[in-house]
């Protein structure tokens, strides 16, 4: 069992920067894959990024490509998604979650399915 909390969601405008954290508890975050998703009133949840539990692998969703970057710090134990040159159609409730892997793994989760936690989620709201 983890425990995930996310936090740094809020009210910008267009083209500003964000940076959200999530962290965990009760468990290192060493031994999952990361994720980030993304659900807008009215929309199913979906991908934004993922990072495999070796770190050496990411994936972004094409419509943050370029602008978002995830990221972790184990020691911490914590994970990072920073947003820059945010638009409205980022406006979203943003939640990370983690996948439990025994393994190394090296492709990405990128459903929803895939992951086993989640935390309760953070508001972004972008304004034009």
């Known amino acids: 069992q983890v425990e995930l909390v996310e936090s740094g969601g809020g009210l910008v405008q267009a083209g500003d920067s964000l940076s959200l954290s999530c962290a965990a508890a009760?468990?290192?975050?060493?031994?999952?894959?990361l994720g980030w998703f993304r659900q807008a009133p009215g929309k199913e949840r979906e991908f934004v990024s993922a990072i495999t539990r070796s770190r050496s692998n990411t994936d972004y969703a094409d419509s943050v490509k370029g602008r978002f970057t995830i990221s972790t710090d184990n020691a911490k134990n914590t994970l990072y998604l920073r947003m820059n040159r945010l638009n409205p159609e980022d406006t979203a409730v943003y939640y990370c979650?983690?996948?439990?892997?025994?393994?190394?793994?090296?492709?990405?989760?990128?459903?929803?399915?895939?992951?086993?936690?989640w935390g309760q989620g953070t508001q972004v709201t972008v304004s034009s």
């Open positions: 009760r468990r290192p975050f060493s031994v999952f894959s």
């Open positions: 979650a983690a996948k439990s892997v025994s393994y190394f793994d090296t492709i990405p989760y990128t459903r929803p399915d895939d992951y086993d936690y």
